[in-house]
């Protein structure tokens, strides 16, 4: 387990006066199957934040690196039916990984979280025709393919949207290293 998981198992306890486990009991009991699902009911019936809320939620349905017990096995996931992005991932993180040694890459169901020593990007194939690249660097202005998220409490504030890779420019390789300088 990453030390940044840890401390926020830890201060889920602190904050809440119940265990990880416990939180996941009250999960499962209310038979929610989404995660955004989850999210929602933490927020909205127990006062969660978002980290929290998004801690709670991969850790109940084992959707995060840490439960999996073949990380590959949930990128290959990722890209079933959307595997001509497969490659566009690859060369991404061969940029990304020459960043710096600290580069933890995580994968979850939906998404590879990239973390420094908090998270400034994920990668994802959201759709057959798009793939996301959220970026966390609060208060950016937007330019070029580089939008702000408006959605509340979302995990990063920018994106970036892509279609093939052609759309993989220099521009979008220094937003990610920008997010990754800022994550420091």
């Not at 030390?3 to 499962?28: F, H, R, Y």
């Not at 038979?31 to 109940?60: C, M, P, T, W, Y």
């Not at 061969?94 to 908090?118: C, M, W």
């Not at 690249?133 to 937007?142: A, C, F, S, V």
Request: charged share 25%; aromatic share 8%.
């Amino acid at each position: 387990m990453d030390p940044a998981e840890k401390t926020m198992i830890d201060n889920l306890s602190k904050n809440t006066g119940k265990t990880l486990e416990q939180w996941i009991g009250i999960v499962d009991a209310k038979n929610l199957a989404r995660h955004g699902e989850i999210i929602q009911f933490l927020k909205d019936d127990h006062g969660f934040s978002h980290g929290f809320a998004n801690l709670v939620a991969h850790k109940a349905r084992k959707s995060d690196a840490g439960s999996a017990t073949d990380q590959n096995s949930l990128i290959d996931l990722q890209y079933k039916g959307k595997e001509h992005f497969k490659p566009l991932y690859d060369k991404l993180m061969q940029h990304i990984t020459t960043f710096g040694t600290d580069v933890e890459i995580a994968p979850k169901n939906a998404y590879v979280s990239l973390k420094r020593k908090k998270q400034f990007a994920i990668l994802q194939p959201a759709t057959k025709t798009r793939f996301e690249i959220g970026l966390n660097i609060k208060g950016q202005q937007p330019e070029g393919k580089l939008e702000v998220i408006t959605t509340p409490n979302s995990m990063c504030s920018h994106k970036i949207n892509l279609t093939d890779e052609n759309d993989l420019t220099a521009d979008v390789i220094n937003w990610l290293k920008a997010a990754y300088d800022k994550a420091q």
